[in-house]
């Protein structure tokens, strides 16, 4: 039985890796707030990646974490634009595989935390001077919105199903029928376009970081919320009409005034009551 997340709405700034970064960036930075249902869709994320269902999922097999890295158009024959690439790449997964995506990107601790069993590894060795391997790859990773997916297999399978559908690390000892084999780049560090966990306990972990990124998305939101105009304010003062919800506030014009009651300097996107 797949997990509850499948039914779990996605909120309409992380609908695409385009829409995603814009998103966690304003967020990050403090400039963009999300409107209170699309915090509740964040919130019910957040539950489902911490919920016993889904670990319980991962230790049997039937779960794995995927990700489509940064710069997915950067493949080959892939189109130019990153997400359409993206959505290549998940066709090639299959719709049926994939019961959540997550786009984002990943800040300086995210990343270490992430790769951190590598960082080690690769600091030491200089590519040229002044860069090493594992600098190649943290400003890779910071490059651009990457798609985080949770890819079920009912079968059991879902680490070495997922594992072989990626192909091998290297693209030119990936089987052509491969995703890497037919559109990763092979370069000193090679594009490879997507990430797999190898193991349980990879899952386990690389789950639990997703699980913390969103949480920290999440509980920003909300802190946010308050500094911003509520959908109710804005209603009241005839900016969007009754029935009519706040998708995202972007502060595009900063006056140092926080109250919810200063609305000028605010973008505002809405959907009326069908959405």
Do not use: C
Request: aromatic residues 8%; negative net charge.
């Amino acid at each position: 039985m797949k997990p509850e997340i499948m039914n779990t709405p996605i909120p309409y700034g992380f609908s695409t890796r385009e829409l995603a970064q814009r998103t966690t960036e304003g967020i990050y930075e403090e400039r963009l707030e999300l409107g209170e249902l699309e915090r509740k869709k964040l919130h019910k994320i957040d539950e489902v990646l911490h919920h016993p269902e889904l670990q319980a999922l991962i230790d049997e097999g039937k779960i794995t974490l995927g990700m489509i890295k940064p710069q997915a158009y950067a493949g080959r024959n892939l189109p130019e634009d990153d997400d359409e690439a993206a959505r290549v790449l998940m066709d090639e997964i299959g719709d049926e595989n994939i019961i959540f995506s997550f786009p984002t990107v990943l800040t300086q601790q995210q990343v270490e935390e992430f790769y951190g069993d590598v960082k080690e590894r690769y600091q030491g060795i200089q590519v040229e001077e002044g860069l090493t391997v594992w600098d190649m790859i943290d400003r890779f990773a910071q490059s651009g919105p990457l798609t985080f997916m949770l890819i079920h297999r009912e079968d059991g399978d879902a680490i070495s199903w997922w594992r072989e559908k990626m192909g091998k690390t290297k693209p030119n000892e990936a089987s052509p029928d491969s995703i890497r084999g037919k559109y990763a780049l092979q370069e000193y560090l090679p594009n490879n376009l997507t990430h797999g966990s190898d193991s349980v306990e990879s899952v386990r972990k690389e789950v639990n970081i997703l699980g913390g990124i969103v949480s920290g998305i999440t509980d920003k939101a909300d802190r946010m919320s308050r500094y911003f105009p509520s959908t109710e304010k804005l209603q009241n003062l005839g900016f969007i009409d009754q029935g009519e919800q706040v998708v995202a506030i972007e502060r595009v014009f900063d006056s140092g005034m926080r109250d919810e009651s200063w609305i000028y300097g605010y973008k505002v996107d809405y959907v009326d009551a069908n959405g």
